[in-house]
């Protein structure tokens, strides 16, 4: 068959794969998919739903030619191609999910039962989900000792960050968002130097740039108080919280300046703090020379932990996105 052929593949091929299958046969179920990372992911999600009458094989949307995101695995449902059944589509919810059908990929994502996305941002954002970093520091560093509060750090982080999130919404929904675009929140969503030991400074460098961003949006848009405050219940409504508006962000901004960062700094105090224990405990140089060898061959990489981090799987927005499945599988 050839690569074009392969490459464009739709609903209806795999519903005629599984017809010709033996009926003892398991049913197979493609998921598509943005990329590699989200591979890994996807899969944790749909692992729960496979049993001895159908599997998912997660996938990218082309074999051919590499293309990857967000656009190409809903190319073909987007120019009228449906996906079904045997096919589906699953990705990160970007904005689409919280300007609520304002573009035609957004209204496209949010109607169709055959495409799923994550609720928050992205993937990233399940990956930074802040009960869960204090389990990364310890597969980090083998040190279960709590020297920093995720929880309300990011409590407060998106506290701060969440009057301005709503005007990113608000602008993004109505057109306005070239005065004001994710990559400017997260400019200001940037926390700048974090201190371990202080990190109510950072909180308030966020603050700060918080308060003169609104208050040039005011000057902007001097009429927008109605629809402002709108959007604010709207999206309180849709599961955004001041407390949660982390999880909403832009996943690689949370990820790679926000998230890893901290976390670098947190997992060196506590590889320093297990190193001093070894140093101090040990009854001669061998067996401190051994055990300090056996300790940093047993460290793992801050990132690499991260991705692989599924403690997200109690928040209330990787419920939802399994209860989207599940409705999905008991209508088919």
Known sequence: MPYRLKDNLNSRYFEAANSLTSKKARRRIVAYVESYDDIYFWRTVLSEFENDKRYF????????????????????FLEGEPLGRDMIACVDADYDYLIQGRTHQSQKVLDSPYVFHT??????????????LHNVCVSVTLN??????????????????????VWSIMLYRNGNYPRFSI????????????NVNNPEPSIN?????VHTRINELQRMFPD?????????????????????????????HLFDTVVSPMLSKVCNLLRQERQNEIYHA????????????????????????????????SSEQFR?????????????
């Open 224 to 252: 927008a108080k109605e629809e402002y405050l709108a959007t604010k219940e709207d999206i309180k409504s849709l599961g955004v919280t001041p407390q949660t508006t982390y999880l909403y962000i832009q996943g690689h």
């Open 183 to 194: 990559s400017d929140l997260n400019r200001i969503a940037d926390p700048g130097g974090f």
């Open 57 to 76: 094989e997660v996938m990218l949307p082309s074999k051919g030619n590499l293309t990857r995101g967000k656009k190409s695995v809903l190319m073909n």
């Open 205 to 209: 460098n966020v603050k700060r740039k």
């Open 144 to 165: 279960d000792h709590r020297i920093f509060d995720f929880r309300e750090y990011f409590r407060l982080f998106s506290e701060a960050l969440f009057p301005l999130f």
């Open 320 to 332: 939802r996105v399994q209860e989207d499945i599940r409705n999905y599988l008991d209508r088919e």
């Open 119 to 132: 609720y928050v941002y992205a993937i990233e954002n399940f990956q930074c989900y802040a009960p869960s």
């Open 282 to 313: 040990s009854a001669h140089r061998t067996q401190k020379r051994n055990e300090m060898s056996c300790y940093e061959n047993s460290l793992q990489d801050i990132k690499v932990m991260l991705k692989k981090n599924t403690g997200y799987m």
